[in-house]
């Protein structure tokens, strides 16, 4: 078994908890925006993307790099985009009263 | 910049976009600090994205930045749509996650291909499988939001059977290209299999159920990115991934939950199956109905209402009719509270965002736990296209194939009123008998201009000048 799978897992495996502790709380108010961010956080699969197609190894692994490239940054930008819209919707019934 | 401090630079921007997204992820458990999680979320990425730009293994640039440029060309308009296409939109977005994790993955081993070590081979075909799975699969779920495809479950016998013949077929091919990685024509056969078994993984599934299928979506897509930052030795995209895939899993949990499904039920895909049955047991029985006006008059006399969403108001588009109705009651000195089940509408929190959007107070929108205890003091529970999460046969009825759901105890208030077009059962396809009860009035028509009618006798009619 490599040595860089085993210190993945520990990543993985340290992540995934945390993950757990921290996602627990999100209030169920904010289902709908967690899943939005996530998704955007989750593009940062857009820097694996510019790699593969920066290195130009083949013709293949450009082209399937940059769809990839525009397929997780098209998630990138509209996540924050529609999250930051959706929490702004959020607002407090003190915060409405005028 | 020389090689290797370039190298160790961006590293530690992958380490600071790791700590940005935990903390993105903390601040989202209150509204008030949510904004500022979503501000370090889009800084973090982009540092992450910049730097990586400066890799000194990037060598060319210029089709990278039209990808980049296309990206946010689609994304923009993906991220401006409105509040009732939202379920779609992450469908969509899901599918999209999935795609480049699979086009990576793919690109990997055609590098690398014929001689891939066998461990691997192992990691990039299963990271390969899971994401051509979840983007065929989320395509379906996307289309059946949209109503490109039909929402109900489309079924067969011996379905299951069918579908884990081919999810193992996926699994042999992989298995076989581990023990000779020559045959390298066995790999696009493998993406093949796995992107058939996605579309017949969520086309049985029901549009009820994908509160449930969405979040588990959500959830594969983000383990298809941790895998493939094994595969790279990407530590951020572990991360990013193990964030994304717990979020997922939690959601699903919950879901499964509210819809008093078991865990194994759902992580094979058995959604949707257990409605077939409970159709055959309806006579007709008397329910009572009644107009706008009686209903306004309830409802100005009432010093406490609750209204209950659900997707029929999603899909009237009634949310904004609802919020003059809260006005107005509010205005009146009326308590007004919503509740709001955990799987009502198409997505986890697709209500809260609904009526957020209408400009209606978050601290009114009380989760189901919370706001039960509340309705025997309740003069008027107004159900707003919402069935079977208020269907009291699932606390009563051991036979019904929803007994066990956790409800709202709607029927325990002074007066139930269900707007509803008809009295075509839920889409469980099993009968409510909240419908027949005493207390209830049946509110029959569009919700939104049911909603509508009710503002107007309020304002016009007996209301206090307005």
Same mark, same amino acid.
């Given at each position: 078994m490599p040595a860089d799978f085993i210190s993945s897992l520990f990543v993985f495996i340290l992540a995934a908890f945390l993950g757990f502790e921290v996602i627990k709380r999100v209030s169920p108010l904010l289902h709908t925006p967690l899943m939005s961010l996530t998704n955007a956080l989750d593009a940062i699969v857009v820097v694996a993307a510019i790699i593969i197609a920066g290195r130009h190894e083949s013709r293949l692994s450009v082209i399937l790099g940059l769809i990839a490239v525009a397929a997780s940054f098209s998630n990138m930008v509209g996540g924050f985009l529609i999250t930051d819209r959706m929490l702004h919707m959020f607002k407090s019934g003190k915060a409405k009263k005028q | 910049m020389t090689g290797i401090p370039a190298q160790q630079l961006i590293d530690f921007t992958y380490i600071f976009a790791a700590i940005g997204f935990i903390l993105a992820l903390k601040w989202l458990s209150s509204p008030v600090s949510a904004m500022r999680g979503v501000l370090i979320g889009e800084i973090a990425s982009g540092v992450a994205v910049i730097a990586t730009l400066f890799d000194p293994q990037v060598i060319q640039y210029k089709w990278i930045l039209i990808a980049l440029i296309i990206g946010a060309g689609v994304g923009v308009p993906l991220g401006m749509v409105k509040m009732t296409a939202v379920p779609q939109r992450t469908a969509l977005s899901h599918a999209f996650g999935a795609l480049s994790a699979a086009l990576i993955g793919i690109a990997e081993y055609y590098v690398a291909a014929p001689n891939v070590p066998k461990f691997e081979m192992g990691e990039i075909g299963l990271e390969v499988i899971i994401g051509s799975l979840t983007f065929t699969g989320s395509l379906i779920a996307a289309g059946k939001l949209q109503e490109i495809l039909p929402q109900r479950p489309i079924t067969y016998r011996g379905q299951n059977f069918v579908s884990l013949t081919v999810l193992a077929a996926a699994i042999a091919l992989m298995v076989t290209l581990v023990l000779h990685p020559e045959y390298t024509q066995l790999f696009p056969a493998m993406v093949g299999v796995a992107l058939v078994f996605g579309i017949m993984l969520v086309t049985p599934i029901g549009g009820a159920d994908m509160p449930t299928v969405i979040s588990l979506l959500n959830s594969y897509a983000g383990f298809s990115a941790a895998l493939l930052g094994f595969v790279l030795n990407s530590k951020v995209l572990v991360v990013a991934g193990a964030l994304d895939g717990a979020s997922g899993f939690i959601l699903s949990v919950i879901m499964c939950k509210a819809m008093n499904r078991s865990f194994t039920n759902v992580l094979f895909g058995g +959604?949707? %199956? $257990?409605?077939?049955?409970?159709?055959?047991?309806k006579e007709e029985r008397a329910v009572r109905s009644a107009t706008p006006e009686e209903a306004a008059a309830i409802l100005s006399a009432a010093n406490k209402v609750v209204i209950v969403p659900g997707y029929g108001m999603a899909v009237a588009q009634a949310q904004h009719k609802v919020r003059e109705l809260y006005d107005y009651l509010t205005k009146h000195g009326i308590d007004v509270k919503f509740a709001i089940h955990p799987v009502a509408g198409r997505m986890p929190g697709h209500m809260n965002v609904l009526l957020a959007e209408a400009d *209606?107070?978050? /601290?009114?929108? *009380? /989760?189901m736990d919370d706001i039960n205890g509340e309705f025997p003091q309740t003069d008027v529970a107004l159900i707003i296209g919402a069935n079977d999460v208020t269907n009291p046969a699932a606390r009563t /009825? %051991?036979?019904?194939? $929803? +007994?066990g759901m956790p409800i709202l105890d709607v029927d325990k208030a002074r007066t139930v009123m269900v707007i509803k077009r008809s009295m075509a059962a839920g889409f469980a396809g099993i009968d409510n008998p909240l419908y027949y009860m005493d207390k209830t009035l049946m509110l029959f028509g569009d919700a939104k201009n049911f909603v509508g009618s009710i503002v107007r006798e309020l304002t016009s009619g007996g209301g206090h000048g307005g």
């Open positions: - | +959604f949707g %199956q $257990i409605h077939v049955s409970a159709t055959g047991v *209606i107070p978050y /601290d009114k929108l *009380i /989760d /009825d %051991q036979s019904s194939p $929803i +007994f």
